[in-house]
């Protein structure tokens, strides 16, 4: 069984749409969480960190389920600028697990 | 501004010729980590350190070594590159402190591989 595991879409989505990514882990004992996008080509940056009491910045928001070993990420109002791969990032210790990636296209 | 930096940014060897991908950091984080990722597939990792501490994935190529001569340069060695191994390489730093914030993996802009 993988560590993390996350749909990998892809989602096209229009303009303005509002999209939610889902995670799961298989560590109960995970440390801290994380949501990286990363465009093609070029190295995952960090989006967001994820808090077990959920944290919004700006269009973004993410939630944590320790419970249900749970992650998602809802974007809100889509731009163009949002099309990117998502991916889901477990920290154990100093290991960091990662997601298939969720591949996002916003369509005009 | 602190950073992961990579060079080269792009890597032509030859089939089986050696060669060497560097990173270094100015964050001063005790944890670097090589990975490699290919096309549409999450980067997978290879080794880490903990300061001098080597730490090899199970399924990490003999091929592959690794160096950490201090705290802000590790490098990569491919001793024979096969056509397998053309991939993009990520070097990513972390603190040792795996709660709080600050925590995340701060990645370099990765060296892309060809092997020709």
């Known amino acids: 069984r993988k560590e993390v595991e996350q749909d990998p879409g892809p989602f096209n989505v229009p303009e303005g749409a509002t999209v939610a990514f889902n995670c799961t882990y298989s560590?109960?004992?995970?440390?801290?969480f994380f949501w990286y996008r990363q465009d093609c080509r070029k190295e995952p940056k960090l989006l967001m960190s994820v808090y077990s009491s959920g944290n919004e910045d700006g269009r973004f928001t993410a939630q944590l389920n320790r419970a249900s070993q749970y992650i998602s990420l809802l974007i809100r109002d889509s731009k163009l600028s949002d099309s990117a791969t998502y991916l889901c990032v477990v920290r154990d210790g100093n290991q960091f697990y990662f997601g298939t990636g969720t591949s996002l296209t916003v369509i005009p | 501004d602190a950073m992961v930096i990579q060079n080269p940014r792009y890597q032509v060897t030859q089939f089986g010729k050696p060669v060497t991908l560097s990173c270094s950091q100015t964050?001063?984080?005790?944890?670097m980590y090589w990975y490699q990722q290919k096309s549409s597939q999450a980067p997978k990792l290879l080794f880490h350190?903990?300061?001098?501490?080597?730490?090899n994935e199970a399924d990490t190529p003999d091929n592959f070594q690794s160096r950490r001569p201090n705290t802000s340069f590790c490098f990569l060695d491919i001793r024979s590159p096969g056509l397998g191994d053309a991939a993009m390489y990520l070097c990513a730093t972390s603190t040792h402190l795996a709660g709080g914030s600050g925590n995340e993996q701060f990645f370099g802009p990765g060296t892309r591989l060809t092997v020709l």
């Open positions: 560590n109960s004992a995970s440390q801290s």
């Open positions: 964050l001063n984080h005790n944890v």
């Open positions: 350190y903990y300061d001098k501490d080597f730490n």
